[in-house]
């Protein structure tokens, strides 16, 4: 239970980061700002949603009822 509010808040921190970062393109004046909005969000954004994969992915590894049976 506290794995999956853990990997919900890390997925929904991305996704914020991502929106962020596609409305600093839209939003900004300059080439230098919309590159740095670009970059920064999307890259903040893309470590959540990876960090939420992989805590899937070892939550399910790990706490898989037949996961003992395999080793």
């Given at each position: ?70 080793i």
């Amino acid at each position: 239970m506290v794995v999956t509010i853990i990997i919900y808040t890390m997925l929904a921190i991305g996704i914020f980061f991502n929106l962020l970062g596609s409305i600093g393109l839209l939003r900004f004046p300059d080439v230098y700002t919309r590159l740095h909005a670009g970059t920064k969000c999307t890259t903040f954004g893309s470590i959540f949603l990876t960090g939420a994969v992989i805590v899937y992915g070892l939550k399910e590894w790990y706490l898989h009822p037949t996961a003992g049976s395999s080793i």
